[in-house]
């Protein structure tokens, strides 16, 4: 239950100037941690406050448009005191924010807009020639981008606007990302150079890889068994809708556009969440090519599932955590070694307006698998949409945490 687990005080504690909407560690530098930040300029005066306790209340692009803008702050952790480094003001607000994760790139992050732009930036702390680590690199919006430059958000929406509300990295390219938007779309984005120069300009394929009938909340990619004498694995996009749908779809991608195995349309799982699908964790391959995927819903409940390479996908497990599960980030994944088929996972869920749960998965006593919360921390008092786990906590006998609130502009430290 939600309320299982230990309840974790924080170590320190500070108010933003901005409400934080994403936060990750820089795996490059594991002592820092960057925030992006989401700030709603009202019309008038008299515009009224946000409702701090309806959890679908987040940085929403269903109202009609509005000024927006917002931040990137960088931050140091030592011994869980936060040390603040930096502050770049950005023109729009940011939705997400991630440090490329594969090695050589791993100083690179990316930022997502509330206009639709898609920029790169390297973090570098520890050069001294550069006094200000957070160095941007280039920015691209939605019709730069497109081949032809016909996505144009006048086109796209209704409201004459495109937000990209979440990405997620290629699991096994550096230089390749899928995006989402609030008019429903995935679109798959290829970065051939960080900076853009060298006749390496970044191209997002107009065709969508995946199309929700809503808001598509979140993206994850990974590498699948591909068909039959193919010479490389194939790529598997998950997506999570407003639609309360699960969405996903194989194909291959070589920046010269989608190749969708076997023809098909995405397949989809609209019976396994009781509202929108806000996070998505694929978490290991199984020896038959199923994949187990955990998900995380507005309907306040984490969830297993198996994926097959053909059929309906199987729900495994799952547990209410008592908010809104907006983010999932994998802590460890323990495959026990000499014993086949056994393992464990322990996860970081951001759930809205309940807080930080760590939660681990494992086989219980009848060897079904089942969710477990181990620790709780609930100082946030209002949405948490994002926490972070310090890289290296195998070094040391605890885990340092960082996690965030938007209303109240809270960014805390604690640790499990």
Same mark, same amino acid.
């Given at each position: 239950?939600?309320?299982e687990?230990?309840?974790?005080?924080s170590?320190e504690?500070?108010?933003?100037?901005?409400?934080?909407?994403?936060?990750?560690?820089?795996?490059?530098?594991?002592?820092y941690?960057?925030?992006?930040t989401?700030?709603?300029? &009202?019309?008038?005066p008299?515009?009224?406050?946000?409702?701090?306790?309806?959890?679908?209340?987040? @940085?929403? @692009?269903?109202?009609?448009?509005?000024?927006? %803008?917002?931040?990137?702050?960088?931050?140091?952790?030592t011994?869980?005191?936060i040390?603040?480094?930096?502050?770049?003001?950005?023109?729009s607000?940011?939705l997400?924010?991630?440090?490329?994760?594969?090695?050589?790139?791993?100083?690179?992050?990316?930022?997502?807009?509330?206009t639709?732009?898609?920029?790169?930036?390297?973090?570098c702390?520890?050069?001294?020639d550069?006094?200000q @680590?957070?160095q941007? $690199?280039?920015?691209?919006?939605?019709?730069a981008?497109?081949?032809?430059?016909?996505?144009?958000?006048?086109?796209?929406?209704?409201?004459? /606007?495109?937000?990209f509300?979440?990405?997620?990295?290629?699991?096994?390219?550096?230089d390749?990302?899928?995006? &989402?938007?609030? &008019?429903?779309?995935?679109? $798959?984005?290829?970065?051939? +150079?960080?900076?853009?120069?060298?006749g390496?300009?970044?191209?997002?394929?107009?065709e969508?890889?995946?199309?929700?009938?809503?808001? &598509?909340?979140c993206?994850?990619?990974?590498?699948?068994?591909g068909?039959?004498?193919a010479?490389?694995?194939?790529?598997?996009?998950?997506s999570?809708?407003?639609?309360?749908? $699960?969405?996903?779809?194989?194909?291959?991608?070589?920046?010269?556009?989608?190749?969708?195995w076997?023809?098909?349309?995405? +397949?989809?799982d609209?019976r396994?969440?009781?509202?929108?699908?806000?996070a998505?964790?694929?978490?290991?391959?199984?020896?038959?090519?199923?994949?187990?995927?955990?998900t995380?819903?507005?309907? /306040?409940?984490?969830r297993l599932?198996?994926v097959?390479?053909l059929?309906?996908?199987?729900?495994?497990a799952?547990?209410? $955590?008592?908010?809104g599960?907006?983010?999932?980030?994998?802590?460890?994944?323990?495959?026990?070694?000499?014993?086949?088929?056994?393992?464990? +996972?322990?996860?970081?869920a951001?759930?809205?307006?309940?807080?930080?749960?760590?939660?681990?998965l494992?086989p219980?006593?009848?060897?079904?698998?089942?969710?477990?919360?181990?620790a709780?921390?609930?100082?946030h008092?209002s949405? %948490?949409?994002?926490?972070d786990?310090?890289?290296?906590?195998?070094?040391?006998?605890?885990?340092?945490?960082?996690?965030?609130?938007?209303?109240?502009?809270l960014?805390?430290?604690?640790?499990?």
């Amino acid at each position: 239950m939600a309320d299982e687990g230990r309840l974790i005080q924080s170590v320190e504690s500070r108010i933003l100037d901005l409400p934080p909407s994403c936060v990750e560690f820089c795996p490059a530098h594991p002592s820092y941690f960057v925030v992006g930040t989401y700030s709603l300029q &009202t019309e008038s005066p008299e515009s009224p406050e946000k409702d701090d306790s309806d959890e679908e209340d987040e @940085p929403s @692009p269903t109202k009609k448009p509005q000024n927006r %803008n917002g931040s990137i702050v960088a931050f140091r952790l030592t011994d869980g005191g936060i040390a603040h480094i930096q502050t770049v003001p950005q023109p729009s607000a940011l939705l997400d924010l991630r440090f490329n994760p594969h090695q050589g790139s791993r100083d690179i992050f990316a930022a997502v807009s509330s206009t639709a732009t898609l920029a790169v930036f390297r973090f570098c702390p520890d050069d001294d020639d550069e006094p200000q @680590p957070i160095q941007h $690199l280039h920015t691209m919006d939605i019709t730069a981008m497109s081949r032809d430059g016909s996505i144009t958000p006048s086109a796209a929406s209704e409201k004459g /606007e495109i937000l990209f509300l979440s990405f997620g990295w290629h699991p096994a390219r550096a230089d390749m990302l899928a995006l &989402t938007t609030n &008019t429903g779309h995935v679109y $798959l984005v290829h970065l051939p +150079a960080f900076d853009g120069s060298g006749g390496g300009g970044w191209t997002l394929e107009p065709e969508p890889v995946i199309t929700h009938s809503l808001e &598509t909340w979140c993206v994850a990619l990974s590498s699948v068994p591909g068909a039959p004498g193919a010479a490389s694995p194939a790529l598997r996009v998950y997506s999570g809708g407003d639609d309360s749908a $699960l969405r996903f779809q194989t194909c291959r991608w070589d920046g010269e556009g989608p190749v969708v195995w076997g023809g098909l349309p995405a +397949a989809v799982d609209k019976r396994g969440h009781d509202a929108g699908v806000t996070a998505i964790l694929p978490l290991l391959l199984q020896e038959d090519g199923s994949e187990l995927v955990v998900t995380g819903s507005y309907d /306040e409940h984490i969830r297993l599932f198996e994926v097959p390479l053909l059929g309906r996908i199987k729900k495994v497990a799952e547990l209410g $955590l008592g908010g809104g599960v907006w983010r999932l980030k994998l802590i460890h994944l323990d495959r026990r070694s000499g014993q086949e088929g056994s393992w464990s +996972a322990r996860i970081l869920a951001s759930c809205m307006h309940a807080g930080a749960r760590i939660v681990e998965l494992q086989p219980a006593e009848s060897g079904e698998l089942e969710f477990r919360v181990l620790a709780r921390f609930e100082e946030h008092k209002s949405m %948490n949409y994002g926490s972070d786990v310090q890289p290296g906590w195998q070094n040391k006998d605890r885990l340092s945490v960082v996690s965030t609130s938007f209303y109240d502009k809270l960014l805390c430290s604690w640790e499990f």
